[in-house]
């Protein structure tokens, strides 16, 4: 029952931007970590930006100056603002996140479907 959904990806010409959204729903207690993937063809996953509850970023070097990940922990949604988007940006991005179903239980990972980001002229 609990879903992670991805929305924001889409065509862009190198410079410019786009928003990620991903709405967590479902039964769950608590959501901790929130953060961004990518995948491009060919290559492994890698992290892009992760996000504490108490909103505490993290970034990858790549990404770093040009990516903004927030959250709003009312709405269960995380975001990823990218700008100054890069063709080397060019992957399938997936929401991850930390969900704990009961009080006092462990946490697991879920993850998104995906959202194709794409960069080219």
């Known amino acids: 029952q609990v879903q992670l959904v991805e929305s924001g990806g889409g065509l862009v010409q190198p410079g410019g931007s786009l928003r990620l959204s991903c709405v967590a729903s479902?039964?769950?207690?608590?959501?901790?970590?929130m953060g961004w993937y990518r995948q491009a063809p060919g290559k492994e996953r890698e992290q892009v930006a992760d996000?504490?509850?108490?909103?505490?970023?993290n970034y990858a070097d790549s990404v770093k100056g040009r990516f903004t990940i927030s959250r709003d922990n009312v709405k269960n949604t995380v975001y990823l603002q990218m700008n100054s988007l890069k063709p080397e940006d060019t992957a399938v991005y997936y929401c991850?996140?930390?969900?704990?179903?009961?009080?006092?239980?462990?946490?697991?990972?879920?993850w998104g479907q995906g959202t194709q980001v794409t960069v080219s002229s």
């Open positions: 996000i504490t509850r108490s909103g505490s970023p």
């Open positions: 991850k996140a930390n969900f704990g179903l009961i009080a006092g239980g462990p946490l697991y990972a879920y």
């Open positions: 479902g039964s769950m207690f608590s959501i901790g970590v």
